[in-house]
């Protein structure tokens, strides 16, 4: 413990920080002050409201698992499954980039067929942080996430170009709509088929899709989170929401393009590779310290971003057990994790997959099973 008398220098040492740092806040304060006339109030408006969520690989908690097996599962609020496959850092590039095509090289999943409009045929050619593992050298096992995040966006993609929806309906994805896992201007190519796919359900089916993404969390909004408060911005008695400037964003963001859309020219002409959606702060409670989310609103759909807001406000009023949080996206969550029961069969199946491979030597991993793997972990009880 610290003493009484580190405790005092420890006071006024932050105290002293805290004067000298002062200055620091008042500057954000005066960044996001002009906010203060742009929030506008939410008119509900109720559609049909659906969402996508792939399998969080960090929630594995299988206690034996030597070939780091991971499960590619995209299912929706519905519980509709897209997408389940499994995969390993260790499983081979080629192969896996071919299994997602057919003889004709057409898409033969989601992935392929979206691999097949941006026109690449590896998985090594659609990003940049999947390198082809054809020879001896060491792959970092990190690949597997940004494959996962590529079947979640081929999935939408697919979804949005090919479902027949049977009346106006609002797609909400899980994160903002910006990506850095597409390689060169692939992303921008993908916006565009995203974009057509809306267009032609407007045209050929009048249907209309809108398209968000909702954040858990945001580095502007933890910038700002203070100086909104200090301000009184979206602390109202009813449903707020606020547009984001783009030079708010930027200033929160270590790399500028993270928060560089279509909607905005550059000096240099750069074109926008990473940002598909325009950011506004939500508040979907009534009181004035109900939690804010960022939300990103597909670019082309800006201009609908009040009917858009609405829709949800309708689907985040209900939230549970997260207060004011879509209710469609807490579905996807909860039909999409694989916990309790479903990870003891995947610890039962792992064993099972493993006891195949080694056949004469299966009685070994048996007695294997009872030997405590952190035997360390005795120092805690």
Known sequence: MIDPQSQEQLKQEIEDRMKADCVLLDQLRAEIRPLRNQVRQIQ???????????????????????????????????????????????????????????????????????????????????????????????????????????????????????????????????????????????????????????????????????????????????????????????????????EIPRDIEEKAYIWSEYARGDDQETERGEINKFVGGKMFFVKFGSGARDPVWPIDIFLPQVADAQIIIGYMLADAINGFPVPFYPQCLQKAHENAALVDFDFDIMQDLVFSGLRNALADEAPKLDSFQFQDADPAQARYS
Not at 139 to 158: D, G, I, K, N
Not at 219 to 240: D, G, Q
């Open 44 to 242: 509900p408006r109720t559609t049909t409201s659906i969402s996508l969520v792939a399998t969080d690989g960090g929630n594995n908690s299988i206690k034996f698992d030597p070939f780091l097996v991971q499960v590619v599962r995209v299912v929706d609020s519905s519980n509709n499954e897209y997408s389940l496959e499994v995969i390993t850092p260790t499983t081979n590039i080629s192969t896996l980039s071919e299994k997602h095509f057919k003889g004709d090289s057409t898409g033969r999943t989601p992935l392929g067929e979206m691999m097949n409009y941006l026109g690449v045929t590896q998985l090594a050619e659609l990003s940049h942080m999947i390198r082809s593992n054809d020879g001896d050298s060491p792959t970092s096992p990190t690949w597997v996430q940004v494959y996962r995040e590529l079947v979640e966006w081929a999935t939408l993609f697919s979804i949005i170009r090919k479902k027949d929806f049977g009346s106006d309906t609002l797609i909400i994805c899980d994160g903002l709509l910006r990506s850095k896992v597409f390689a060169k201007d692939l992303f921008k190519k993908y916006l565009q088929g995203i974009q057509e796919g809306i267009e032609t359900q407007r045209t050929k089916s009048r249907r209309r899709i809108y398209l968000a993404g909702v954040a858990k969390h945001s580095k502007v909004l933890s910038r700002y989170r203070l100086a909104m408060a200090l301000e009184n911005i979206l602390m109202t008695t009813f449903p707020t929401y606020a």
